[in-house]
């Protein structure tokens, strides 16, 4: 028989080997909760190298369109818009100023706007203070005060901008005028605001208002078209203007990496690229009889008026 000394023993041994077994399995489970901790995570890790990624690529600041407060004054330039050089000429450069364009001439359907070929418009004429002959166009002072402001409906986005008309009155006198501003309501469709020095021209100034019908004609001229990029232009947003043009513009085109881009028309008769395509490169222009012009070599110069080399035909 096991003395008492002898139980004694042994139930020390038990105790601390059960002991010694607790401590090893809390070691152990310490282990692998340490383990799992410290495991690295395939799923975040990517995630967090994605984010890298994207946040290491540089971004393009798109310049928004700065549209002008009100006709004929264009807006201030933005804070991220860098200042152009301002010495465009205040008139349109004549056929022998220094060429900057080829010409490639191309014909496509004629355009289907408000004011078409060939077709007699009937409203009233008014008359207005035109100041230099600037207006919602933004040409810029005009070298003839024969001009007129079109109605917001027949002007269409500035569409009218450039476009020649033949005036007549019931008195038989008529005059051709140009397209510079823009008459707002109440003005009404086939309403023209002619300048008080266009006005004079059909009718006493105390008349103030007088029944007309126009239609569109295709002056004779000596000058070339040319362009102008809006100030704050850049590789990254640009606004391009045709000035001097005989027949009214329909639209225009950049030639960009992929082919030719259409750009949108604003209502003061500048086509944008919001996000800089085809800035500087070769522009093509259409006009409302579906003649197209292309020119190329002209500059990315803001506010400055480029010449070329081409002009519409005559209709």
Request: hydrophobic content about 35%; glycine content about 8%; charged content about 20%.
């Amino acid at each position: 028989m096991k003395t008492a000394r002898q139980i004694a023993r042994q139930r020390r041994r038990r105790h601390r080997l059960m002991v010694g077994t607790t401590v090893s399995l809390a070691v152990a489970g310490v282990v692998i909760a340490l383990f799992l901790v410290l495991l690295p995570d395939r799923e975040t890790d990517g995630t967090s190298v994605s984010l890298a990624s994207a946040a290491g690529t540089p971004a393009r600041v798109t310049l928004p369109t700065d549209i002008p407060s009100r006709p004929g004054t264009p807006s201030a330039t933005g804070s991220r818009t860098p200042k152009a050089s301002a010495h465009a000429p205040s008139k349109r450069p004549s056929a022998t100023t220094t060429p900057k364009a080829a010409r490639a001439a191309s014909t496509t359907e004629p355009s289907a706007g408000r004011i078409r070929p060939g077709t007699t418009y009937k409203g009233v004429a008014t008359a207005y203070e035109a100041g230099d002959g600037d207006g919602a166009c933004l040409f810029g002072p005009s070298d003839d005060m024969m001009i007129a402001a079109m109605n917001t409906t027949d002007y269409e986005t500035s569409r009218a901008c450039g476009a020649y008309v033949r005036v007549h009155a019931a008195n038989g006198a008529s005059i051709t005028v140009r397209i510079t501003n823009e008459c707002p309501l109440p003005c009404a469709p086939g309403q023209l605001d002619l300048s008080r020095q266009a006005f004079a021209e059909l009718a006493d100034l105390k008349v103030g208002r007088i029944p007309i019908s126009w239609n569109l004609v295709s002056p004779s001229t000596s000058r070339t078209v040319s362009i102008r990029y809006k100030t704050g232009s850049n590789p990254y947003w640009c606004a391009i203007q045709v000035i001097g043009h005989r027949n009214p513009v329909a639209r225009l085109d950049v030639r960009t990496s992929g082919g030719w881009r259409q750009l949108p028309r604003t209502a003061y008769d500048y086509f944008v690229s919001a996000d800089g395509s085809g800035c500087g490169s070769t522009i093509r222009i259409t006009d409302v009889y579906g003649e197209q012009l292309t020119v190329s070599g002209i500059a990315l110069r803001a506010n400055v008026v480029q010449p070329t080399r081409v002009q519409f035909a005559r209709h």
